[in-house]
């Protein structure tokens, strides 16, 4: 009888701690645990990066949050963000210890508006997101912005390493991105003062601007990404509707680079077009200028036409 007594006792035993475990492990699988979504790490830091649409006025962008777990929530979940100066402190100090003159700035409250500081995701759904609304036109390409941001509250459990996001905004436009280097393939002709023109061909660096500019250095100058040499020696190219260019020094300084446009060359009629050759395509500048050096003032005249290759169902206007 105790024999028999001993081995009930093991089964129910058994059959306790069986069903403890398969408690445990449904709980675990199936709990809602939720992140905020992030395409890149540098160590503790999780970053966003976005490009936005110049030719929005203002461009959106968006951060969002993902709830883990093998079933979907039955209940909303309710986010509530707020952005954090001290997560971007945090980060410059990571990256860059005392080089102060290297800290990134957040990008200022007037640039940037958010019409509710909440992610929302709805039940039955996996994500939710915020949008914000920026006014990107006529930042500088060459630097970076980020947006700091924390969980401060939320009805469900959260991941610890996925509180935090650093928002970071990219710009483009149909004719560039300052996310990726675009270059495009030159080739002209460069006349120095009186002389002969002679030929010229390189890849050039351009940067968008707003939805319909770009900057990009003067002639064949080899593009150099020191302040000093970004402020002297670029240009802005305007893009009309019709394609007509507008060629204007990118800044107006005593130092920097002087520039005249030339409308009646027959060949670089300072137009913007696609090309289709039939077995390639390109976006494709032409244009014809004059400008003086920055300090020599020598003038120099420039044809030049430059070309990406362009393929229409990858990159929509």
């Known amino acids: 009888m105790k024999y028999l007594n001993l081995c009930v006792f093991m ?9 403890n475990r398969d408690e445990i492990f449904e709980r675990e699988q199936y709990k809602h645990i939720v992140s905020l979504m992030s395409n890149r790490t ?20 968006y951060i969002a949050a993902s709830c883990g777990g093998a079933l979907a929530i039955t209940e909303p979940i309710l986010i509530q963000m707020e952005e954090d100066l001290v997560l971007l402190r945090e980060y410059n100090f990571s990256n860059f210890e005392m080089r102060e003159d290297l800290y990134i700035n957040p990008l200022s ?10 992610i929302n995701i709805p039940a039955n759904e996996r994500s939710g997101r915020m949008k914000i609304e920026v006014n990107a036109r006529d930042l500088s390409p060459d630097s970076a912005y980020f947006i700091p941001f924390r969980i401060t ?69 080899t593009f150099n990404n020191a302040l000093t040499s970004v402020v002297n020696w670029s240009i802005k190219v305007e893009i009309a509707e019709d394609g007509r260019l507008t060629i204007t020094p990118w800044k107006d300084t005593p130092t920097g680079v002087k520039v005249r446009q030339i409308d009646d060359d027959e060949y670089y009629p300072n137009i913007f077009k696609i ?23 020598v003038t ?3 044809k030049e036409r430059l070309r990406l290759e362009y393929k229409p169902n990858q990159d929509k206007k």
């Open 11 to 19: 089964v129910f035993l058994a059959a306790t701690t069986s069903c």
């Open 42 to 61: 540098e160590g503790i830091f999780n970053i966003f990066e976005e490009e936005l649409d110049l030719e929005q006025n203002p461009s959106v962008g």
């Open 109 to 118: 409250l007037l640039r940037y508006s958010i019409n509710a500081h909440q």
């Open 153 to 221: 509250r939320a009805n469900c459990e959260l991941n610890p390493d996925k509180t935090t996001l650093l928002y970071r905004m990219y710009m483009k436009n149909f004719y560039a991105t300052n996310r990726t280097p675009i270059e495009y393939q030159h080739v002209g002709e460069k006349a120095v003062g009186s002389g002969s023109p002679v030929n010229t061909m390189m890849s050039k660096r351009v940067f968008p601007l707003s939805g319909n500019s770009i900057r990009m250095f003067a002639g064949n100058q």
């Open 275 to 297: 090309e289709d050759l039939g077995y390639i395509v390109y976006k494709t500048f032409f244009l014809c200028y004059e400008y003086d050096e920055p300090f020599t003032g």
């Open 300 to 302: 120099n005249t420039m």
